[in-house]
Structures are given as C-alpha cells and as structure tokens.
C-alpha cells in the first residue's frame, strides 16, 4: 500500500593553478639578474631608437588624418606596422580581461541575489511557524463537529481560519490530499497555494508541493488539492502559506502517517464484495438515496465485476445526504465517466446505506456491511480497477469529474 521515492545529489570543484603563476614569475626574476651591464646599455639604445621611431610615426600619422575623419596611408609602412601590432595586442589583451572581470562579477552578483518569487509564498532561512494539532470535539461548532462525526479531522487556529483535512486515510508513499479551508472573509479559494512538508523528526528534510483549487459543480463549496510523499510512518507537518491581501498567512497541521492505510491502496486487490444491483431490488430507489439514480451504475456487482476482465469504477456516497464540506455529487460524476467511456470499462455506486427510500423518510439508517468490508471510515469514496482486480486510483473525499476521468483513461491506455 506504500511507494517510495529518492534523489541523489553531485557536486565538484577545480583547482587554481597558483603555483604555475608563481614559477613563472622566479623565471623572469632570475633572467633579469643574470643581464650583462652591456646588454642593459645596448637595450636601452634600442628601446630609445623604437621610442623616436613611435613618435614620428605618430605625427605622420596625424598629419594624414583626413577631414572626413579617416586615415591615410603613413611612410615608412613597414615600420608603423611593426609598431602597431604589439599596441594591438595589449589592447585585445586588456579588453579580454575587463571582459572577464565584468563576466565574474554578474556571475557574483546572481549568485548573492535569491530566485524569483514565484508568488505562492514557502519557508525562508530562520522562519518559524506554529504546528496545530486537532482541534478540542467541545470547542468545534456543531457544523464542524458533524463534520468530524464524519470522520475528517478540524484544526482551528488564532488567526480565525478553519483548516479541514479531506484525507486522513494516510500512509507512507505518494497520497491524494486535499483540504477545505475558511478564513476570516470565507472560503479560501485562490487558484493555488503552496504547501511545505516536514517530518516532525527530520525537520530539514523539506518538500514543497503547490495545492490547486478545486471547485465543486455546485459552484459554491470547494478544497485545495494536492499530492504529498511521506517517506515514512510517524509525524508530519504541513506547513499551508495562505495567500492574504498582506501577503502569507502560515499555519502549520500535523499530520500522524500510520504503517497502513485502512481502504485499499494502490497496488491492493479490490475486495469482492456483494453488492446489490437491480436484479437484488424491486426497485432502483432501494439502491440510492438520489432523486434520479442512473440505472447503469447497478447493472453489476463488485464481486462479478472484478470476475469480468474488465476495468471499473466504485463509488461509495449517499447521494441524497450529502451535507458536508467534503461531500460531493459523486454518483453524478460517475455517470458522465459512464457517458465518456461507455463499456470500455463498468461503473458501480454503492449507497452509505442498506435502505435508502426508508433514510429518506426519516427512519433509521442502516449502514451497509461493505464499508467495513473496504475499511471505509469517511463518508465518500471513489476507486479505479484494473482488470486484474487491483486498484490503480483512489479517492477519499470528492474527486471532480477531471480528475476520475484522468485515471481511467490512464487505465485503458494500458
């Protein structure tokens, strides 16, 4: 029910080669020493007939400059040439070097200047943040409180936001994770949020990971949904960095990673359950608490899905009940990836309830044995299946219709 992940890390250098300079520098030392006091005279003749030389060619040269602002000719031209050539020299020489300079003096200054903000905030050298645990059941309102009767942990915080966790069915690996969060002016909905990752007993092993904002068809509610690695069991904060018009609030969840998960995970065989369909029922209203169930999704049972070589998708909602931030038209969606696929794969919704016309009129609900059955302990669930019987994707909370649609395909593009 676990995967892993790693990355390895390279680095290397390079070694100044000072002491080639150094050598090269006693060698003219040494040369200059070693110079007769004949040869001194006779260089600075030379060096005092070149420097005439210079001169004259100067002037000439001078003399030649045309109106216009170019340059004729100048005699003797052998001479000027000679002359010419190592003034050149030093001069390509010097403007290599400034060039050099100026090259490792922008490389100096990018490296001091920090990367571009990429405008979704995340952790700085010597930042602290605060890490909430869940909130006291007594201190939640009765909204909030139904919403962990449900199973979904709430964490409150100072500053007047709400952070609910959508799935707390965790383990090590790469997990679906999404939340709902409400702040002071209400529901957060920017388009994305970054997210920062650490364990609790290796707080410089970071990972940041940017939440996108989800909306629900109902175009009211909505959550921030991501995928996080835990790379092993233990505790986990997640440290969230809200955009505000001021700029970031950051609040900080724990998060406890058991060994498991208690629902199927990826890689699992998917229970062989015995759910009802219309041939089981006198009446599709028995199946679901929805107004207008589809009768594709009852047409086969888990078990004799899971017998029939082909891939499918479970739902587990209670349609008609869906009253909690996490609880959306999933049987809906369902239907549309029914319309998409048609019968590349097949499609099941399993209701929360064994009798569902009797919740809607009030009486007592009855929970289906299946839940137990697939370790379902929140109230909305949605698996992909491959035709071997092993779940490829899962769902705990809502899952837009994008998202359901995407996994399949994955599927049955093999």
Same mark, same amino acid.
């Given at each position: 029910?676990?995967?892993?992940?790693?990355?390895?890390?390279?680095?290397?250098?390079?070694?100044?080669?000072?002491?080639?300079?150094?050598?090269?520098?006693?060698?003219?030392?040494?040369?200059?020493? +070693? %110079?007769?006091?004949?040869? *001194? =005279? #006779?260089? @600075?003749?030379?060096?005092?007939?070149?420097? &005439? !030389? /210079?001169?004259a060619t100067?002037?000439?040269?001078?003399?030649?400059?045309?109106?216009?602002?170019?340059?004729?000719?100048?005699?003797?031209?052998?001479?000027?040439?000679? +002359? %010419?050539?190592?003034?050149? *020299? =030093? #001069?390509? @020489?010097?403007?290599?070097?400034?060039?050099? &300079? !100026? /090259?490792?003096?922008?490389?100096?200054?990018?490296?001091?200047?920090?990367?571009?903000?990429?405008?979704?905030g995340g952790?700085?050298?010597?930042?602290?943040?605060?890490?909430?645990?869940?909130?006291?059941?007594?201190?939640?309102?009765?909204?909030?409180?139904?919403?962990?009767?449900?199973?979904?942990?709430?964490?409150?915080?100072?500053?007047?936001?709400?952070?609910?966790?959508?799935?707390?069915?965790?383990?090590?690996?790469?997990?679906?994770?999404?939340?709902?969060?409400?702040?002071?002016?209400?529901?957060?909905?920017?388009?994305?949020?970054?997210?920062?990752?650490?364990?609790?007993?290796?707080?410089?092993?970071?990972?940041?990971?940017?939440?996108?904002?989800?909306?629900?068809?109902?175009?009211?509610?909505?959550?921030?949904?991501?995928?996080?690695?835990?790379?092993?069991?233990?505790?986990?904060?997640?440290?969230?960095?809200?955009?505000?018009?001021?700029?970031?609030?950051?609040?900080?969840?724990?998060?406890?990673?058991?060994?498991?998960?208690?629902?199927?995970?990826?890689?699992?065989?998917?229970?062989?359950?015995?759910?009802?369909?219309?041939?089981?029922?006198?009446?599709?209203?028995?199946?679901?608490?929805?107004?207008?169930?589809?009768?594709?999704?009852?047409?086969?049972?888990?078990?004799?899905?899971?017998?029939?070589?082909?891939?499918?998708?479970?739902?587990?909602?209670?349609?008609?009940?869906?009253?909690?931030?996490?609880?959306g038209p999933?049987?809906?969606?369902?239907?549309?990836?029914?319309?998409?696929?048609?019968?590349?794969?097949?499609?099941?919704?399993?209701?929360?309830?064994?009798?569902?016309?009797?919740?809607?009129?009030?009486?007592?609900?009855?929970?289906?044995?299946?839940?137990?059955?697939?370790?379902?302990?929140?109230?909305?669930?949605?698996?992909?299946?491959?035709?071997?019987?092993?779940?490829?994707?899962?769902?705990?909370?809502?899952?837009?219709?994008?998202?359901?649609?995407?996994?399949?395909?994955?599927?049955?593009?093999?």
């Amino acid at each position: 029910m676990a995967s892993r992940s790693n990355n390895p890390l390279l680095s290397f250098g390079r070694r100044p080669l000072v002491l080639i300079a150094l050598a090269a520098a006693a060698a003219l030392m040494l040369s200059g020493c +070693a %110079a007769t006091s004949d040869d *001194q =005279q #006779q260089d @600075q003749e030379q060096q005092q007939a070149v420097q &005439q !030389e /210079q001169t004259a060619t100067a002037e000439s040269s001078s003399a030649g400059t045309t109106a216009s602002g170019s340059t004729t000719a100048t005699s003797p031209q052998r001479s000027t040439t000679a +002359a %010419a050539e190592p003034a050149e *020299q =030093q #001069q390509q @020489q010097q403007m290599a070097a400034e060039t050099a &300079q !100026e /090259q490792q003096s922008q490389a100096d200054t990018m490296q001091e200047q920090p990367q571009d903000d990429d405008g979704m905030g995340g952790m700085s050298p010597g930042m602290s943040v605060g890490i909430l645990t869940e909130a006291n059941y007594d201190d939640l309102s009765p909204r909030l409180q139904l919403l962990r009767d449900s199973g979904y942990p709430v964490y409150v915080s100072e500053q007047g936001y709400t952070i609910s966790l959508g799935t707390p069915d965790l383990s090590p690996g790469i997990h679906r994770i999404s939340f709902v969060i409400e702040g002071p002016d209400g529901l957060v909905e920017s388009p994305a949020m970054r997210i920062t990752v650490v364990p609790a007993d290796a707080p410089g092993e970071m990972q940041e990971v940017v939440a996108r904002f989800s909306r629900f068809p109902d175009g009211i509610r909505g959550f921030h949904v991501t995928a996080v690695d835990f790379a092993a069991v233990g505790r986990w904060n997640l440290i969230l960095h809200i955009p505000t018009a001021d700029g970031f609030t950051d609040i900080g969840v724990a998060v406890d990673i058991p060994v498991d998960t208690l629902a199927p995970s990826i890689g699992d065989a998917a229970p062989p359950s015995a759910s009802r369909t219309l041939l089981d029922v006198p009446n599709i209203s028995d199946l679901s608490t929805g107004e207008e169930p589809d009768p594709g999704l009852y047409i086969i049972s888990l078990a004799d899905a899971l017998e029939a070589d082909k891939p499918f998708v479970v739902v587990f909602a209670s349609p008609g009940f869906c009253t909690n931030a996490f609880c959306g038209p999933q049987a809906e969606v369902l239907s549309e990836v029914r319309t998409i696929f048609g019968d590349q794969a097949n499609y099941i919704h399993v209701d929360l309830y064994e009798n569902p016309e009797q919740v809607r009129f009030g009486e007592e609900p009855i929970e289906t044995p299946i839940l137990e059955e697939w370790g379902l302990h929140t109230d909305e669930w949605t698996f992909v299946v491959n035709a071997e019987g092993i779940v490829v994707a899962r769902f705990e909370a809502f899952a837009p219709l994008a998202e359901v649609e995407a996994a399949l395909a994955a599927v049955l593009e093999g």
